[in-house]
């Protein structure tokens, strides 16, 4: 098996349960793997995914995600040392304000 499979195979599968865990690619899919893992994984499904990526590969794709739930952002921010308004998540949270803070 090589390293790219290992990484999404080695994940748990309810984090692809819409799509088949065999045709992720590890380095084609990076944002879609560091996203489900970031928003549905556990630790250690995220130490995994932080010793193959990298923290700072890690933090770039996160900086660039659409969207984050509150908790992971903050999680992201202070685990990377990134304030929150370099997150495009953040911006678009900012720009998009509801009515109610539900």
């Known amino acids: 098996m090589d390293e790219k499979k290992e990484v999404v195979l080695g994940l748990s599968k309810t984090l692809f349960w819409d799509v088949d865990p065999y045709t992720v690619d590890a380095e084609k899919h990076a944002a879609f793997i560091v996203d489900r893992v970031l928003q549905m994984g556990t630790l250690e499904e995220f130490k995994s995914i932080k010793n193959y990526y990298g923290k700072k590969r890690i ?3 996160a900086k660039n995600l659409r969207y984050m739930d509150n908790r992971v952002l903050h999680f992201c921010s202070a685990y990377f040392n990134v304030p929150l308004n ?3 998540c953040y911006k678009l949270k900012q720009l998009n ?3 109610w803070n539900y």
Do not use: E, L, V, Y
Request: glycine share 0%.
């Open 59 to 61: 933090a770039s794709i």
């Open 97 to 99: 304000i509801s009515h």
């Open 86 to 88: 370099q997150f495009r």
